[in-house]
Nanobody, 119 residues
Framework: QVQLVESGGGLVQAGGSLRLSCAASGRTFSWYAVGWFRQAPGKEREFVASIAWSGSSTNYADSLMGRFTISRDNAKNTVYLQMNSLKPEDTAVYYC????????????WGQGTQVTVSS
């Protein structure tokens, strides 16, 4: 079974930075991509960024490109989301998710980590 655990969230002031981590466990032979999503209270889940498990393919939400960077460390089975120049509207629960090779969508999800940006 695949398990995804997010960490690194917290409270920061506008303009600050955070790095989120998504630690994954399980067999990796069928892993295709890992993505980050976020959801603010009362709003629908929003795509943030994704990265292929192999190769260098990445994808970003247009509004976040330039501030957020996704990366991975395959040896540690960990995906990161570096968030810079944070804004209050970035406040949300951030989730990482896994897409396996036979799935047309993300089919494994973590529990999320809270990011709160003040002022």
């Amino acid at each position: 079974q695949v398990q995804l655990v997010e960490s690194g969230g917290g409270l920061v002031q506008a303009g600050g930075s955070l790095r989120l981590s998504c630690a994954a466990s399980g067999r990796t032979f069928s892993w295709y991509a890992v993505g980050w999503f976020r959801q603010a209270p009362g709003k629908e889940r929003e795509f943030v960024a994704s990265i292929a498990w192999s190769g260098s393919s990445t994808n970003y939400a247009d509004s976040l490109m330039g501030r957020f960077t996704i990366s991975r460390d395959n040896a540690k089975n960990t995906v990161y989301l570096q968030m810079n120049s944070l804004k209050p509207e970035d406040t949300a629960v951030y989730y990482c998710a896994l897409q396996t090779v036979h799935s047309i969508s993300y089919n494994h999800w973590g529990q999320g980590t809270q990011v709160t940006v003040s002022s």
